[in-house]
Structures are given as structure tokens and as C-alpha cells.
């Protein structure tokens, strides 16, 4: 009996995060299919929030997507972001002459 190897592609569910700002679960996963200079977008459909991953390679996958998109609508992780910004302005602030 033979073999052959098949690529089989799973169906599988992503989990995302609601527009931080709206709180909207319309949101549009995709990416142009460029081969070069491919540009990647999760865009909430009711309040145009958007994340734009640009450049982004060419086989970019949802996955991926929806990954940077979570990062990026987590209060959580933008907390600490701000946070973090704060802490380096407030630096430069110091550092002024009085
Ligand atoms: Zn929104």
C-alpha cells in the first residue's frame, strides 16, 4: 500500500479581544496579499479603530493577526504601555533645567 502526504489545513477558533475603545465585536480581520510590502489590518467596523501591522510578510495568518490585534486592544497590556511612557517623560521632565 503507498502513502501520500497531504497538507491539511485545520479549522480552528481564534479568540479576540473587543475594540478597546467601542467595545464593538465587529472587527475585520486581513491583509492585502501582497507578496512584498504586504500591509495587515484588524479595523473595528463600528468605530474605525485600527491595527495596522505594516509592513507584514506576505503569509502573514490570521493568527498572527489576531495576536498583534489583542495586544493592542488589552487595557491590561495598554496600561502598562502608557505607564511605561509616562515613567519616560517624566524622566526627560527631570532632567530639564529648572
Ligand atoms: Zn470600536
Do not use: H
Amino acid at each position: 500500500m503507498g502513502t501520500i502526504l497531504v497538507n491539511q489545513q485545520q479549522e480552528k477558533k481564534i479568540k479576540y479581544l473587543p475594540c478597546v475603545k467601542c467595545g464593538s465585536e465587529n472587527i475585520d480581520f486581513g491583509d492585502c496579499g501582497y507578496s512584498s510590502f504586504n500591509v495587515a489590518w484588524g479595523k473595528c467596523k463600528d468605530c474605525k479603530n485600527e491595527v495596522k501591522i505594516n509592513p507584514c510578510s506576505w503569509d502573514i495568518s490570521t493568527e498572527e493577526i489576531v495576536k498583534i490585534w489583542n495586544r493592542n486592544n488589552d487595557p491590561k497590556i495598554l496600561r502598562k504601555n502608557y505607564q511605561s511612557q509616562i515613567e519616560e517623560i517624566q524622566k526627560l521632565i527631570n532632567a530639564l533645567p529648572s
